[in-house]
């Protein structure tokens, strides 16, 4: 199957600092890419969309300005959150559609965030 | 919008006993059906998949589910767990079409006991 690859899978940071956590297809293009955040006991809860060439798509209640999503090539999306605070750590998790016209999403291994 | 409830929050079972963890959608268009682990401390792991066709779906470890449309569910059965089997299962949707995300259930945990 495709192969997803996060990086850093664990990155701990001070509060007010930015961080960014990239997301590569290793073995696809990846047109589209989607980020997840799970939080300890829970479900998976959609970010928002990554598009190659054009602006992300956030979900409803997601902060765009806190969660930069850049989509800058076919097998490259990274995910910064900007002045991260303790409530920002979390599980993120992305994932790739491989191919046209496929509804199956490769995961990432995902990336822990801690903020102190 | 798409949603998908997962009824059992958690379950608990003996080894050898069945497995059935119950999954229904709500979307009136045509779907894509997952069922994915997520063993402790690792990443989402894919069991199994519907797209089209047979409706009962065999995947890995021995895990199978079956898509009933008329009850909008995609149940996850197992005949006789194991204590490896310990993990959290999370039921996800998609709309059969190309670009969409995936829409998950709040997941179940199962623990099985040796």
């Known amino acids: 199957g495709a192969v997803v690859s996060q990086h850093p899978s664990r990155v701990i940071c001070k509060s007010g600092t930015s961080v960014k956590i990239e997301c590569r297809s290793l073995d696809f293009q990846a047109t589209t890419m989607f980020w997840y955040r799970q939080f300890p006991k829970k479900s998976l809860m959609l970010m928002a969309t990554?598009?190659?060439?054009?602006?992300?798509?956030?979900e409803q209640g997601v902060e765009k300005d806190k969660f930069l999503i850049n989509h800058a090539s076919l097998t490259l999306s990274t995910l910064t959150v900007t002045s991260a605070h303790p409530e920002d750590s979390s599980f993120y998790i992305c994932?790739?559609?491989?191919?046209?016209?496929?509804?199956?999403?490769?995961f990432g291994e995902g990336s822990r965030l801690t903020v102190l | 919008a798409q949603s998908v409830s997962q009824h059992n929050h958690h379950v608990i079972l003996s080894e050898a006993a069945s497995l059935e963890l119950g999954c229904n959608y709500s979307?009136?268009?045509?779907?894509?059906l997952f069922w994915y682990v997520q063993y402790p401390g690792q990443h989402l792991q894919l069991l199994l998949k519907y797209f089209s066709g047979d409706p009962l779906v065999k995947g890995i470890k021995g895990f199978e589910a079956e898509f009933i449309k008329s009850k909008f569910s995609f149940n996850l059965r197992k005949p006789s767990v194991q204590w490896s089997d310990t993990a959290e299962y999370f039921c996800a949707v998609n709309v059969n079409q190309a670009g969409t995300a995936l829409i998950f259930g709040k997941g179940t945990t199962l623990s099985v006991s040796s």
């Open positions: 990554s598009n190659e060439g054009s602006k992300a798509t956030y």
């Open positions: 979307y009136g268009g045509t779907v894509n």
């Open positions: 994932s790739a559609i491989a191919g046209v016209n496929t509804g199956e999403l490769f």
